[in-house]
């Protein structure tokens, strides 16, 4: 088919019009490979829409790459959306890979620095995020020597004090929680125990608010004795253990 014109049609690609009627947009890219501009004319059109559509493919990925670094394994899952076969797809993470625009280093470094700016996640939550997005351990470990123990005792004294702002829990409830919160978010026990030994809390007002509540909900139920036991140990649920 003989080329006609060439008419823009958004950035990098043309409407390719031919001598039969027909038109077709095609990348810039696509035109310089086939020559299309030299010869003027198209001998093998559907080779042109295969290595066509693959760029288009490519320039999605291009756009999707665009707003954040992405891993191997998110740009699999995202060409996935438009049904490619595993050639495709392979020559796609190839051609971005040859383009130094899939890093691992670069991802890495680029995922910690954020979780250590938005968020208090610890270095073991990071570290499985990474494993699950497909990263090996060792180069994982690497970078995570970021985390070195002065940042980790800041970001967990950092939780406690911002936690213990809205605390309405004794000091044993309060100091449970914290550990378990604290675990969930990445951070050894020891690291934990480290900086919780140093944490006290007044809670004589709400121990005795408490013993209050409960005397007041027992005292017509039971009496004496046995209401103080029932009060010490409802107390000792709570966390009072003196």
């Not at 979780?115 to 990263?135: A, Q, T, W, Y």
């Amino acid at each position: 088919m003989k080329i006609i014109k060439y008419v823009k049609s958004g950035k990098n690609k043309y409407r390719v019009y031919f001598d039969n009627g027909k038109n077709l947009v095609l990348y810039e890219d696509v035109i310089l490979k086939f020559e299309l501009l030299l010869k003027g004319e198209v001998k093998d059109l559907s080779s042109v829409i295969s290595y066509n559509n693959k760029y288009e493919l490519y320039d999605k990925v291009l756009g999707y790459i665009s707003k954040k670094l992405r891993c191997e394994k998110e740009i699999t899952k995202y060409l996935e959306r438009f049904d490619v076969d595993n050639d495709t797809k392979e020559e796609i993470i190839n051609k971005l890979k040859g383009n130094g625009l899939l890093n691992n280093n670069l991802y890495i470094k680029s995922f910690i620095h954020d979780k250590v700016c938005l968020s208090l996640d610890g270095p073991l939550k990071i570290k499985n995020e990474l494993l699950r997005l497909g990263f090996k351990e060792e180069e994982i470990e690497i970078e995570l020597e970021v985390f070195d123990k002065e940042l980790i005792r800041e970001r967990i004294k950092k939780y406690i004090n911002k936690q213990l702002k809205s605390n309405n829990k004794s000091l044993y409830i309060f100091k449970n929680k914290m550990v378990l919160s604290l675990v969930n978010l990445g951070y050894k026990r020891e690291d934990i125990y480290s900086e919780l030994d140093s944490v006290s809390i007044d809670d004589s007002s709400l121990k005795e608010k408490e013993e209050k509540k409960i005397r007041e909900k027992y005292q017509n139920k039971y009496q004496g004795y046995e209401l103080e036991m029932i009060i010490k140990k409802k107390m000792y649920e709570k966390g009072f253990r003196d």
